[in-house]
């Protein structure tokens, strides 16, 4: 049982990072951000305690609340990508490419690091590899801290599957609620830069 939850949260994750790299509305964004969140604590449950995996879905929300607050009076992200490939084919495009890339070197990666999860080292990859595509094609701030939350997810996967250690899932936590506030920094900076 446990395993074909395991294949849904993977694609639950999977949708959520497309809509993610997709969405313009930054509500939207937030949502699949905390969809993200729940396939994370899905898959650190299955190696941690139930205890941290809380841990880690508490921190994620209040991350996305920590973001929603900056955004706070806007419809969506209003400034449009300085970066060369902006459409939405392209990023589609590309993102399938990251999809690929993970699933396939997944069982490769899990047998090397001797983890016996197939789908949770897939979703792992899946999300360290979408982080990494959004920071390359990204110049926004918001956009910006969103990829390395997602980065930083798909990191404590599979951190989750070779270590318990609380005092590193605490680290973890600090630095992914430091990067949600400097997310609303950076964002409030832009906004008094733009109107002053």
């Known amino acids: 049982m446990s395993f074909i939850f395991n ?6 994750t999977l949708i959520a990072s497309i809509s993610l790299m997709l969405s313009r509305q930054w509500k939207w964004m937030l949502i699949f951000l905390g969809i993200q969140y729940l ?3 899905w ?11 809380v841990i880690k879905l508490i921190t994620g ?3 996305c609340l920590i973001l929603a607050s900056a955004q706070e009076g806007r419809e969506s992200i209003s400034r449009p990508e300085s970066s060369v490939p902006q459409g939405k084919l392209f990023k589609f495009f590309a ?6 890339t993970a699933l396939a070197t997944a069982h490769q990666a899990s047998n090397w690091m001797g983890i016996n999860n197939f789908s949770g080292m897939g979703t792992s990859l899946l999300l360290i590899g979408i982080g990494l595509l959004q920071l390359g094609i990204s110049t926004q701030p918001f956009r910006v801290i969103i990829a390395l939350l997602t980065l930083l997810s798909g990191f404590e996967i599979l951190y989750a599957f070779i270590e318990t250690s609380t005092l590193v899932a605490a680290m973890l936590v600090v630095i992914n609620i430091g990067m949600a506030l400097i997310g609303v920094y950076l964002q409030n900076k832009l906004l008094l830069e733009k109107t002053g």
Do not use: C
């Open 39 to 41: 396939g994370e604590f």
């Open 95 to 100: 993102s399938s490419l990251v999809i690929l």
């Open 7 to 12: 294949w849904i949260f993977l694609f639950i």
């Open 61 to 63: 929300i209040i991350a």
């Open 43 to 53: 898959f650190v449950k299955t190696t941690w305690p139930i205890s941290l995996a």
